[in-house]
């Protein structure tokens, strides 16, 4: 295993460089399905007013979960 050193303030960047892109592809699938809350997507796709949203359901639940994730790992530094 490679063990590479990193200050803070650039890991700090490197973690809202990709919570920003994350964002981004959140709001590029509601955006397409002309939405605004992501619960009231999910909740769409699951009960069938949204046939075709199965993937994006799924790929934004993905999204939302890589986010929190680096949100928490954003706190402990």
Same mark, same amino acid.
């Given at each position: 295993?490679?063990? %590479? /050193?990193?200050? /803070?303030?650039?890991?700090?960047? &490197?973690?809202?460089?990709? &919570? +920003?892109?994350?964002? @981004?592809?959140?709001?590029?699938?509601?955006? +397409?399905?002309?939405?605004?809350?992501?619960?009231?997507? %999910?909740? @769409?796709?699951?009960?069938?007013?949204?046939?075709?949203?199965?993937?994006?359901?799924?790929?934004? +639940?993905?999204? %939302?979960?890589?986010?929190?994730?680096?949100?928490?790992?954003?706190?402990?530094?």
């Amino acid at each position: 295993m490679t063990t %590479v /050193k990193l200050e /803070k303030s650039e890991v700090e960047e &490197l973690i809202n460089y990709k &919570l +920003r892109n994350l964002h @981004k592809e959140i709001q590029n699938i509601l955006d +397409r399905w002309n939405e605004t809350s992501i619960d009231k997507f %999910v909740e @769409k796709a699951r009960n069938g007013t949204y046939g075709e949203a199965e993937n994006d359901a799924i790929d934004i +639940r993905q999204l %939302v979960l890589e986010q929190k994730k680096l949100q928490e790992l954003q706190e402990k530094l």
